[in-house]
């Protein structure tokens, strides 16, 4: 019996690279995934590739391919990755680049794109938003960049073509692990329950170390062994549609039942109708079945067809938050925490500082949890506390002016204040909507070294 093995290689851009190289090395891997483009990193992107063409793709991709090229090469494993973001051909050119510089030799390189639809949004400006009240073309103005969730077909069509390393823009995440499951066994959207189960490995795979215990581990509670060496995740399918889920060996982490179902439930929103392009997946009757340490079975997902429509991200200018900090220690810490933030709060206005709102925590106290609560699990003992005053305006010049009074509050503020930081963050917002499914046209190109 045919089986593939496909590794997530990445949770998010910003994650750790050398569990990729030992899942490469000692995985025994066909493929490897990296899941690297959260719905407000591709709008990220977009404001780099505007300052350089050259840029608008993940920002560690250099790094994180000059580790993973050469084992990957070696051991014959492909690569399939949405780090691309807004610009896989500067990607792909980027990546050819390390290949040379490394006297990497017989690979190709795939670049999938398609998914950008900035400049046709105008004829979408009359389209409801999904997550509030408005359309489209209420941000028309501060609009940053519009794109569909792909399907399968491109990356598919590059494994055909014999790409090694395959980079794309926005796709949907169980879609880099399904689109290589479709095309090592013929399977089309019309396979229910093997379309049901791909989507299934590959939303377990996706948050790599979430699945194998990193985001499980609770000490005293749910322990996790040698989570310093956490192993990132691996699938192994079988012909008819089931599959183990299990890690590398010799890593630490755990892979079990609980994890497997916490990951499960992670974003879907609805279990019978996880709605992705490439199906409507249903996981309500899934079973996992623990069969070795570390290896989990998976079996009983399946699929109720396509969606009519897909979804678009849109990431827009939204406003600015300056983030304010600085800490409190000792006797009565947090009432003096407490003086500190109701004075700033008085002073933005007293200044006429214009702003849209303003948040104050006590972090140590309440920045997780609410008074009330907050009481009842601390049991009244404050040692430390770090105020945290958030206030979002519409410019740069007020959040500067916001900074700059976050600054003063310490000779003007209660005493013993100290680590006083200041940031202020230009916001990103995103939002969705639909189109419908024909409004994608995938392109594929093709590179080798």
């Given at each position: 019996?045919?089986?593939?093995?496909?590794g997530g290689g990445a949770g998010f851009a910003g994650d750790r690279v050398d569990a990729a190289v030992i899942l490469i090395e000692k995985g025994n891997l066909d493929y490897i995934i990296f899941e690297c483009l959260a719905e407000r990193t591709i709008g990220l992107a977009k404001q780099e590739m505007l300052k350089d063409p050259t840029k608008g793709y993940s920002r560690l991709l250099e790094y994180r391919m000059s580790q993973v090229l050469k084992p990957a090469k070696e051991h014959g494993v492909k690569i399939i990755t949405n780090m691309g973001a807004v610009n896989p051909h500067a990607a792909v050119m980027k990546v050819m680049e390390i290949a040379e510089e490394q006297g990497i030799t017989g690979l190709?390189?795939?670049?999938?794109?398609?998914?950008?639809?900035?400049?046709?949004?105008?004829?979408?400006?009359?389209?409801?938003?999904?997550?509030?009240?408005?359309?489209?073309?209420?941000?028309?103005?501060?609009?940053?960049?519009?794109?569909?969730?792909?399907?399968?077909?491109?990356?598919?069509?590059?494994?055909?073509?014999?790409?090694?390393?395959?980079?794309?823009?926005?796709?949907?995440?169980?879609?880099?692990?399904?689109?290589?499951?479709?095309?090592?066994?013929?399977?089309?959207?019309?396979?229910?329950?093997?379309?049901?189960?791909?989507?299934?490995?590959?939303?377990?795979?996706?948050?790599?170390?979430?699945?194998?215990?990193?985001?499980?581990?609770?000490?005293?509670?749910?322990?996790?062994?040698?989570?310093?060496?956490?192993?990132?995740?691996?699938?192994?399918?079988?012909?008819?549609?089931?599959?183990?889920?299990?890690?590398?060996?010799?890593?630490?982490?755990?892979?079990?039942?609980?994890?497997?179902?916490?990951?499960?439930?992670?974003?879907?929103?609805?279990?019978?109708?996880?709605?992705?392009?490439?199906?409507?997946?249903?996981?309500?009757?899934?079973?996992?079945?623990?069969?070795?340490?570390?290896?989990?079975?998976?079996?009983?997902?399946?699929?109720?067809?396509?969606?009519?429509?897909?979804?678009?991200?849109?990431?827009?200018?939204?406003?600015?938050?300056?983030?304010?900090?600085?800490?409190?220690?000792?006797?009565?810490?947090?009432?003096?925490?407490?003086?500190?933030?109701?004075?700033?709060?008085?002073?933005?206005?007293?200044?006429?500082?214009?702003?849209?709102?303003?948040?104050?925590?006590?972090?140590?106290?309440?920045?997780?949890?609410?008074?009330?609560?907050?009481?009842?699990?601390?049991?009244?003992?404050?040692?430390?506390?770090?105020?945290?005053?958030?206030?979002?305006?519409?410019?740069?010049?007020?959040?500067?002016?916001?900074?700059?009074?976050?600054?003063?509050?310490?000779?003007?503020?209660?005493?013993?204040?100290?680590?006083?930081?200041?940031?202020?963050?230009?916001?990103?917002?995103?939002?969705?909507?639909?189109?419908?499914?024909?409004?994608?046209?995938?392109?594929?190109?093709?590179?080798?070294?």
């Open positions: 019996m045919k089986k593939i093995r496909i190709k390189f795939a670049a999938v794109t398609g998914d950008s639809i900035d400049d046709s949004i105008e004829q979408y400006y009359d389209e409801e938003i999904l997550e509030f009240k408005g359309k489209v073309a209420d941000w028309k103005d501060q609009i940053v960049s519009a794109n569909v969730y792909m399907g399968a077909e491109g990356i598919i069509e590059a494994l055909r073509n014999g790409a090694d390393v395959i980079i794309t823009g926005r796709v949907a995440d169980p879609t880099l692990t399904l689109a290589p499951l479709r095309y090592e066994y013929g399977w089309t959207p019309d396979d229910a329950d093997k379309m049901g189960q791909c989507v299934l490995a590959g939303h377990l795979l996706e948050c790599g170390g979430q699945v194998t215990g990193g985001y499980y581990a609770d000490p005293g509670y749910k322990e996790v062994p040698d989570l310093d060496n956490l192993g990132f995740p691996l699938v192994e399918f079988d012909e008819d549609g089931s599959f183990i889920i299990t890690k590398a060996e010799g890593t630490g982490g755990i892979v079990c039942v609980d994890t497997c179902k916490e990951q499960m439930l992670y974003e879907i929103h609805n279990p019978t109708a996880y709605l992705t392009p490439d199906c409507i997946a249903d996981f309500s009757a899934v079973k996992f079945t623990q069969e070795g340490e570390n290896r989990v079975r998976a079996k009983g997902a399946t699929s109720h067809g396509l969606t009519e429509n897909l979804k678009v991200n849109v990431c827009y200018r939204d406003s600015f938050i300056t983030d304010c900090e600085i800490s409190y220690g000792g006797c009565n810490a947090l009432e003096r925490a407490k003086l500190a933030g109701d004075m700033f709060v008085k002073r933005l206005d007293r200044l006429g500082i214009s702003y849209n709102e303003v948040r104050v925590d006590y972090i140590g106290y309440n920045s997780l949890y609410k008074d009330k609560l907050a009481e009842y699990i601390s049991e009244g003992r404050w040692g430390e506390i770090r105020l945290h005053v958030a206030v979002r305006t519409q410019d740069r010049e007020n959040a500067v002016r916001v900074s700059n009074e976050g600054d003063s509050i310490y000779t003007n503020g209660p005493t013993g204040g100290g680590g006083a930081t200041m940031r202020i963050s230009e916001i990103i917002s995103v939002f969705s909507f639909f189109v419908p499914r024909n409004a994608v046209q995938t392109d594929v190109s093709y590179k080798e070294v």
